[in-house]
């Protein structure tokens, strides 16, 4: 199984997970020019996409939906709550349901609700058969369902937004801040900690923080918070704006950074 952190963080989000028939993207966050290009950093092409899968239609996961669906005749999946939020339609795709499996090829999606200030928001539960992962962002807390469906992941994909003291002490009115703060925000590097320490389990093998507020959150918080969750047990990285990462799941999973193609 291939992953592609291709865009995460309030400006984007867009993963791509691949694995034999199927090549699914979750989000699209950034324009369609954008999911080319960088696609193509990893010798991959937005005409192998099967499916797009929506966590939710806020517009850093949707910005770059109709053009891509539309030039690349896309069937896109997302819940009924999130397209009844959304102008945007899809030919072939489909609705998806908290709990409910859909198989796309090789690849196995499970949808699991999350806290979020959406209309019917979800993480992804994705797998191949050999390999499972875990996909979440965009949720104020990391709820007892999450932690059930997600047991036993090989690699999560978990939101580390925020640190609080900094979101707290920064420059965001604060309205926004108790948005952010609030069950129905977004996770902050303690709670991501958390989680992980509740997920950390034999067939854990890395995790990857995402989501990550370029003004209330630095990296290397990120990845101390992380480390601390898994008791530095697996490897953990974390995906700024301004990067990419490329994650092979094998027997050990590796990992490939990229820096954002030219004007991106």
Known sequence: MEVLVLAS???GNAVLVRSGDAALLVDAGITALQVRRRLEVFGRSADDITAVL???EHSDHVRGLDVLAKRHRLP?????????AMTARSTGGGELSSGRVVAFGSLRVTPIATSHDAREPVALLIEDGRHRLGLCTDTGTFT???EHRLAGCELLLLEANHDADLLRAGSYP???KQRILSRLGHLGNHQAAEAVDRLRSPALQAVIGL???????QPEMVLEALHDGVGGAVPVHCVPRTEMLRIEL???????????????
């Open 9 to 11: 963080g309030s400006s």
């Open 54 to 56: 929506l966590t939710h």
């Open 76 to 84: 896109v999946w997302a819940t009924a709550g999130t397209w009844s």
């Open 144 to 146: 007892s369902l999450l």
């Open 174 to 176: 604060w309205p926004l």
């Open 211 to 217: 989501h990550l507020s370029a003004e209330n959150n």
């Open 250 to 264: 094998t027997e050990r999973p590796t990992f490939e950074r990229h820096e954002l193609p030219l004007g991106q």
